[in-house]
């Protein structure tokens, strides 16, 4: 079963950290990017970051200079995420795709969903 594992979340007051881990499994091959999406209340799931197997990555505008995505190998990925906000509050997943183009859409995932961790930021 192709599967991942998020964790890391936790509830921080605006301005703080938290680094997101994310693991995954069941995979027959290494050359997968990992992405990380989110899913506030009453919102659609939407994608946040994405790192390639080569290390190329991929930003929203609304986490750029905030968040940093980092991959140690091939199944185990972070996301750093600085000076949270209070519009940072959601679910956060992630998953493996065949690229970075997953995180607009433009291609499907390769793992099931997991349960996600998540991220409170209080004002």
Do not use: H
Request: negative net charge; contains cysteine; glycine residues 10%.
């Amino acid at each position: 079963q192709r599967r991942v594992v998020e964790s890391g979340g936790g509830l921080v007051e605006a301005g703080g950290s938290l680094r997101l881990s994310c693991t995954a499994s069941g995979l027959p091959y290494d050359d997968y990017a990992m992405a990380w999406f989110r899913q506030a209340p009453e919102k659609k799931r939407e994608g946040v970051s994405c790192i390639t197997w080569t290390g190329n990555t991929v930003y929203v505008d609304s986490v750029k200079g905030r968040f940093t995505i980092s991959r140690d190998n091939a199944d185990t990925a972070y996301l750093q995420m600085d000076n949270l906000k209070p519009e940072d509050t959601a679910m956060y997943y992630c998953a493996a795709a065949p690229g970075c183009e997953v995180i607009d859409g433009r291609s499907r995932i390769l793992t099931d969903w997991g349960q996600g961790t998540q991220v409170t930021v209080s004002s």
